[in-house]
């Protein structure tokens, strides 16, 4: 009896006889059936992650109900009796529904299985002679598909619960359909042939082992070549161009081009799973070495992404089912150990040399661009040659030997891997750059000297039948018809009829008893394979990327992935290299898979999630460090502030007095020590901090733009963002608010801090491309606003409640007084007696730093809320004059008797408290006029022509500012106006519905206030200190709240008469101040002098009064012997 795979055989000779070869169409179904089989590695590889994991695998195969159902169908598969399988019969449905796509995902493989066998059988029956240096796609791509459906068998072995799932599906389907599926049979029995997936697949190569030990055979003369140390390397000078400077311009070729950059990983695969499969042809001395030489390069091999099998175990426990095989399976040990002592230093020590290398491709090709077309070979070669190596990092790392410590496994920890990270994506910028640049050349290449030298070699076939002369002609005119207007022009270049014509040829000339024989014709072969190469640099550059450089291997390492960038991130010597990390995530596209649409979605989250982590974490820590930069800037402007040098001037009296002969005195660090040196090699925190500046913002500004499948993300944005963040919280910060303390940062202080801040941000415009002036722009404006973007307080809302709730209030408590002559609140009382002093955060310096700090807008805010608060206080007075509203009526017509008066005065009620509100309102507008004076000191130096615009505006509009935008526009400068609108604002908000009752009760809160004024001389406080330019209690600030405010209330009023009611207030006011010179109670003229003074300066500060109507109303002479009174009393107090 003959064996299935015989008969097979003896069929397909008699087709061979039959058909002509490109009928059987070699080239077409390798491809698609190595494309077909990475798509169903892709579904394996998800059906065994999804099973393999308690979360996503099916419901059903950890449901405890159907548990015992469950362990019957794994025993007895695959043949499965539905009768004892109760309790799916309610849910069987269901079953099918969840299951189905695991199902048909192995009825594919099974049928993906039977293709790849007929393939097989067919080329053993052509007779193929397969040598990768001669016909490298033929050959390549059938090293290709045995490997991938041999992965894909051992893949299979390893999915958990494939029994389960099969089994469950088919008795689902047999109770629906009461019949079997009809492909379960096949696949019930494939699943158990493959239980032990390398004996079963070494017993059905056996008809093919002289087609793919002819394969193997050939990798002798490119794998020991490929698998060389660093130091053999470095001895040829490998990947240099400089080494031979006369071969600078030559282009770098070889007569085996396509075999240069063949993965190395690919390589050994095929290496091991080859000889695993023709395990008889160990014997040979060349597979032997090859074998033993692939063995002992690592310890695992990759089956698809991040699964692997630890090979030695696993073909020792293939070899131990072999007879008399114990001697090989003690050499695959023996590589083992060697691998496991040996392997790392070797794989170290060729990433270190593969760092240098490509640093230095880098570096000339960035300098000469137009050598990326004679060398361009020598990129791919290196690109390949480091992907091979983070591969094999990446893999190794991921699953250390077993039971092994020590200095092999340190050798698995690359610090320095994101510096060969960083020089691959360098050149395949490079290479994406100057795209054009290669075109060019090799456009010109191909047209002048490929397509003559092939013709020619055409000529010279003494047979080449009609199939094989039709491609080879196309060939020849295809590279004939170029030309480099197509490249200036932007034509897209499309060769791959070209390279699968070439593809197809082999797989012609490769068979037996064939005409042209390719292995008579090594030259040919050789040279077309060097075209294919050129042609894949006109059209293929991104693809010939993908196969040389593509790291998407990373997407399935993640936790290395992220730990390496972590790494990297707190290494400051790699900083710089860290932009690599992002930049890989677009690789990740490209493990994707048509075949596995529904993972598309998963790997594109994945991606996007990852790179903008990335972005956000390395432009957080370059904001961390600019903030401790920023941070110590501060501090030492700090120490320059002038408050500090009280410390210096103790100091040098102290030691004046100290004894002369006491040693060792201690000497105070000035300001500016640090910038001394004794040496350059000592570098300081400050230094270590600018240099990681330096790396980690040549990162960020290495590329403007990562993309990132549909995604471009701009790393310098990241950085921007961060810096305006933390700018703005730096600015809060530095207020330093403690609403329990009422403790705040001098304006003046804040202002040099901001500066030293905005100093430090700048510098980083010369280390990244961002526009500072937008931060200082976004986050200042909004400092001036009452909340910022985020809702949170800031500069001005915090000064503005700091100023209007903390210092205001205390002013009207008592002991502080507003100085006219020194222009700022100046405290009373002894030091320490409050928590602050007042001057020092109300002067006008204080108050023009202020101005600079929150701007028009933030003064702005700061008037309104004072408004508001004077606003509040003028309802109340309202409320008073309406409970005082008769006798107020009384003391208005019937001011010129005396007696009346005094009557009618008597009968007033809460007198002191109007006084009191009257005074409160006045610190509020005083302290209000200081801030609008320093804000117009602070535009009057930086916009001194918008300004003087302002002013010509205010004074020559002819029709007065009927509209008030005039007076908004002067107020918000800081420029006083007749009527202030902010204050006229806020009080119209209060307005009577009735214009003549408000107008009525306006009247006579101006009645009130005129006739109040006589109780002040009581006050103790009341006295006029002329020193101050004040009194004591503050009543002198009365004098801008009765012009302000019966100026603003009488303009709401709308009746025209403000100067009138004015007059009528002055008439009032004197009649009842000369009153208290007819006064014999002591204690009713105590400081009579001192409020007379007021009345004074009511007039002077009075849009609407003249000196002359005072005089009129009361005699100068008791004005100017007040003044006299109140400066010889001051003078007696204080010496005595």
Known sequence: MKGPGERNLIRMSTISRTVHISQQKLAEKLIILNDRGIGMLTRIYNIKKACGDAKSKPAFLSDKTLESSIKHIVRRFPSIDVKGLQAITNIKNEVIKSLSLYYYTFVDLLDFKDNVCELLNIMDACQVTLDLTLNYELTKNYLDLV??????????????????????????????????????????????????????????????????????????????????????????????????????????????????????????????????????????????????????????????????????????????????????????????????QKAGYKHRERRKFLRTALKELGLILTDQPGLLGPKALLIFIGLCYARDEVFWLLRHNDNPPQKVKGKATEDLVDRQLPELLFHMEELRALVRKYSQVMQRYYVQYLSGFDAVALNLMIQNLQVCPEDESVILSSLCNTAANLSVKQVESNELFDFRAFRLDWFRLQAYTSVGKTQLNLVDQRELAQFIDKMVFHTKMVDNLDEIMVETSDLSLFCFYSKIFESQFHMCLEFPAQNRYIIAFPLICSHFQNCTHELCPEERHHIRERSLSVVNIFLDEMAKEAKNIITTICDEQCTMSDKLLPKHCAQTIAHLANRKKKDKNKKNPIEIVKPGAESYRKTREELTTMDKLHMALTELCFAINYCSTVNVWEYTFAPREYLHQHLETRFSKALVGMVMFNQDTSEIAKPS??????????????????????????????????????????????????????????????????????????????????????????????????????????????????????????????QELKKLVVQNKEVLQMLRTNFDKPEIMREQFKRLQHVDNVLQRMTIIGVILSFRQIAQESLLDVLERRIPFLISSIKDFQQQLPSGDTTRVISEMCSAAGLSCKVDPTLASALRQHKAELEEEEHLIVCLLMVFVAVSLPRLARSEGSFYRPSLEGHANNIHCMAPAINHIFGALFTICGQGDIEDRMKEFLALASSSLLRLGQETDKEAIKNRESVYLLLDLIVQESPFLTMDLLESCFPYVLIRNAYHEVYKQEQMLLHS
């Open 749 to 874: 202080e804040l202002l040099v801090s901001v500066r030293a801040y905005m100093n430090v941000l700048q510098t980083v415009e010369n280390y990244v491309h961002i526009d500072i002036t937008r931060v200082f722009n976004n986050c200042l404006l909004q400092q001036t606003q009452n909340m910022d973007s985020h809702g949170e307080k800031t500069i001005a809302s915090l000064y503005t409640q700091w100023y209007s709730e903390i210092l205001l209030r205390r002013v009207s408590a008592g002991s502080i007084c507003f100085s006219m002559n020194q222009k700022a609140f100046v405290s009373l009382s002894a030091e320490g007696a409050i928590p602050f002093n007042a001057e020092e955060y109300s002067d006008i310096n204080e108050l023009r730093a202020l101005a600079e700090l929150i701007g028009p807008y933030g003064m702005k805010l700061l008037s309104e809320t004072l408004m508001w608060h004077i606003a509040s206080q003028v």
């Open 147 to 340: 490997t991938t459906y041999v992965s894909l068998m051992i893949l299979l072995s390893r999915v958990e619960d494939r029994k389960a799932v099969l089994g469950l599906f088919n008795a689902a389907h047999e109770l629906v359909n009461n019949q079997i599926d009809s492909s379960f049979p096949r696949l019930g029995q494939m699943i158990v042939d493959y239980d032990a997936p390398l004996k079963k697949l070494s017993e059905e190569f056996v008809p093919h082992q002289k087609v793919l030990s002819s394969a193997l055979n050939s990798l002798w003369h490119v794998y020991p070549a490929r698998n060389l140390t660093a130091e053999i390397w470095r001895s040829e000078q490998k990947l240099s161009l400089v080494s031979n400077p006369a071969l600078l311009l030559k282009p770098s070729e070889t007569n085996t081009m396509s075999c240069e950059y063949v993965s190395l990983e690919s390589l050994e695969r095929w290496v091991i799973f080859g000889f695993a499969l023709c395990h008889q042809m160990l014997q040979q001395d060349h597979a032997n070495k090859m074998w033993v030489s692939a063995l002992e390069s690592g310890w695992v091999v990759a089956l698809f992404r991040d699964e692997v099998i630890y090979i030695h175990t696993y073909i020792q426990s293939f070899f131990d089912g072999i007879k008399g095989y114990g001697k090989r399976g003690s050499e695959v040990k023996d590589c083992y150990h060697h691998a496991v």
